[in-house]
């Protein structure tokens, strides 16, 4: 399953920009919010029922970058695998 990053966040402050999430958390927070959910290829748009307006946008992130997600991870990681 592919991890999704923040791409644009119009006025919600909910999810964070430098975290990953997966398809299942971003889903968990939309329902607990009452917002609705829609995915197309490699981006999940989370919607305002009452206004069908986007309230945060979010794309599929490479593998690579999901796997080591900041500097320090990726420094550490490559200190711990050689």
């Avoid at 990953?20 to 968990?28: A, C, M, Q, T």
């Avoid at 945060?56 to 550490?76: D, K, P």
Wanted: no cysteine.
């Amino acid at each position: 399953m592919a991890d999704y990053r923040l791409t644009d966040r119009k006025f919600s402050r909910v999810w964070r920009r430098n975290k990953n999430y997966s398809e299942r958390e971003i889903r968990r927070l939309a329902r607990k919010r009452g917002l609705e959910f829609t995915a197309h290829k490699q981006a999940i748009h989370v919607l305002d029922p009452k206004t069908k307006k986007a309230v945060a946008n979010f794309q599929a992130v490479a593998v690579a970058e999901a796997e080591f997600g900041n500097e320090r991870t990726r420094t550490l990681a490559a200190l711990r695998h050689g």
